[in-house]
């Protein structure tokens, strides 16, 4: 018999009839799901207070920055009186307050009270006459702590000011 190259078959691997999956090979245990959710819930729970910690240190920074850029006013505004307003008693006011409005406290914002505190020198030169210490302090409550923050500076009779005017 004479092959005719047209009439040769194509061979194909026979087909293997599966059998469907038992339902229990396939399915989750129950101490399987029970795991998965708890180890979800500690992930959900870290997340969770790692956002809250993130937004109140964040919150915690901006009071601290708030009190800084307050102490540098006051610290500037001493920088530009003369000695003798700086050495008349009551000319710098002693006490002030300074409101803060963020957008995460009340309608009336964060207080901050401060206090300026002018004395001699804390040296015993013979020029200690010619300068006074400064300390400027101020305070605020913050998620009900009691928050302070100070800077001092001396100044002298023959100082900065002197020049500016």
């Given at each position: 018999m004479i092959r005719n190259e047209t009439s040769i078959a194509m061979k194909t691997a026979?087909?293997?009839?599966r059998c469907p999956p038992r339902w229990g090979s396939v399915a989750f245990t129950l101490i399987e799901v029970l795991v998965a959710v708890?180890?979800?819930g500690i992930v959900f729970v870290g997340l969770y207070s790692g956002i809250s910690s993130g937004f109140a240190i964040v919150e915690l920074a901006r009071e601290n920055l708030r009190a800084g850029q307050i102490l540098q006013e006051k610290m500037e505004t001493i920088r530009l009186y003369t000695w003798s307003q700086i050495t008349t008693a009551g000319f710098v006011p002693t006490n002030f307050t300074d409101v803060f409005f963020t957008s995460t406290q009340s309608a009336s914002g964060l207080t901050y009270t401060g206090r300026v505190t002018i004395a001699s020198a804390p040296i015993s030169e013979s020029y200690s006459n010619d300068m006074k210490s400064v300390t400027v302090q101020v305070t605020w409550t913050s998620a009900g702590v009691l928050r302070s923050r100070d800077?001092?500076?001396l100044v002298?009779?023959?100082g900065l000011q002197n020049y500016i005017y």
């Amino acid at each position: 018999m004479i092959r005719n190259e047209t009439s040769i078959a194509m061979k194909t691997a026979p087909t293997q009839r599966r059998c469907p999956p038992r339902w229990g090979s396939v399915a989750f245990t129950l101490i399987e799901v029970l795991v998965a959710v708890a180890i979800s819930g500690i992930v959900f729970v870290g997340l969770y207070s790692g956002i809250s910690s993130g937004f109140a240190i964040v919150e915690l920074a901006r009071e601290n920055l708030r009190a800084g850029q307050i102490l540098q006013e006051k610290m500037e505004t001493i920088r530009l009186y003369t000695w003798s307003q700086i050495t008349t008693a009551g000319f710098v006011p002693t006490n002030f307050t300074d409101v803060f409005f963020t957008s995460t406290q009340s309608a009336s914002g964060l207080t901050y009270t401060g206090r300026v505190t002018i004395a001699s020198a804390p040296i015993s030169e013979s020029y200690s006459n010619d300068m006074k210490s400064v300390t400027v302090q101020v305070t605020w409550t913050s998620a009900g702590v009691l928050r302070s923050r100070d800077m001092q500076t001396l100044v002298s009779r023959y100082g900065l000011q002197n020049y500016i005017y």
